[in-house]
């Protein structure tokens, strides 16, 4: 299978005040597979949100390089851009033009939005009126409009009430198992082994083992519980 | 620069002004009344209070203060456009152009409420409507072109290098007195005239004089050189926008 994306020893630098630089990431190495969701573990400070803006395009490495097979890559985030005293119905055509999403298929896709964001009475008031629950079903039903090649996932995370949240994080989970190239960023092991097809660990910015889900994640296991 | 981010661009514009009418109670008469206000306190100030100036000194004061303002509102507040824009940059990847764009077109919105009402002023004030009117369009768009042009390269740099934010406000309150809003640069002569005339705002404003004021059309030699001069910045601004694009984001 041919790759879309690829990585290659990639360090990533920033500037410490004072002089000197500090390496959020030291020398990444991985591969994904048209289709697969890879998973990436590791503990908390190792760089991962910095690889995930690496391979959204948001930054650039200092070092190493990628190669993109021409794909899109873009993170799943929520509420971007919203302003609060413009309604939902604007806020929605807002961030979802920021996520990437054409203005046209927001559009036809709005009445859709609405119902999944269960705000139909709502979605022509000023979002500043909306409860912070309201807010993130609005948000959450905007970042699905995003139809990145390559989403890049920083923790699976139902919002809202119990309820959305139940619902959210299945729509979560349907994306990653169907036929899109995902990177998982998450602490949950477990979810990881039902998820991923194949993991990177990451240790202290490099990725010290890529492979088989059980067999990296047992090793990671093995070296946290340690 | 794709049609979505063009499109976006327009709409993040449009956004923002909604966001500044609803923003007071009396939402867009504000872009009537700031303008009258403004202009209204140097009326005062020049007409009333000190009788100032010969034969149309009012007019002739409005239409360089309001050519001013565009260009000054615009580049002050592109100066800190992109570090404003980092939350939103940090989340998804946007041409760093967008943020000093949708500034401007924001203010060239105003600017045009006000060039409205500054029309209406001078006809209800007995300056006849001339066929030079035509030359608005060209030498607003011209203008325009110059704003672009200083603000994106110095929205490109403030990031990178902080001090030209406040080098940049006394630059532009230096260039605000030396651009002729107050006296008639045509007056002087020699290294001093020559000096000032590198200012390009200087030429602008004479430009806009010629057309609403005297009804002459404006001098060109001096409008080619506001013209090379704003695609030079204009190329110097996109290139820089461009080349440190993935480097703004890790800036704190």
Redesign the interface.
Known sequence: MKPVLELEHVGVA?RRRGGGRYWALRDVSLTLHHGETLGIVGRNGVGKTSLL?VI?????PDRGRIHNAGVSA??L?LQ??F?P??TGR?NA??SG????A??NRLESNMEDMIAFAELEDFIDE?VASYSAGMRARLGFSVAMQADPDVLLIDEVLGVGDTAFRRKSSDEIHRRIRSNRSVILVSHNIGMMRDLCDRVVWIEKGVSTMQGEVDEVLDAYEASTAA | MTPHYLQLILYKTRADLKVEAARGYMGMLWWVLEPVLYMGAFYIIFAVALKRGGENFVPWLLIGLVAWKWFDTSVRMCLTSITAGKGLMSQVYLPKVFFPAVVILRNTVKFLVTLALLLLFLLVYGLPMSWQWLAIPPLAALQLLLISGVSFSVAALTPIWPDLKLLMNNLLMLMFFLSGVFFDTGQLQGWLALLLSLNPMVHVINAWRSILLLGQWPELSGLLYVLFLSLAMLALGMYLLKRWDRLYPRLA
């Open positions: 920033y803006k959204a395009g948001i930054i650039e873009s993170l985030s971007v851009g302003l005293l413009l604007e055509i807002l033009m920021l996520l990437g054409p203005r000023p």
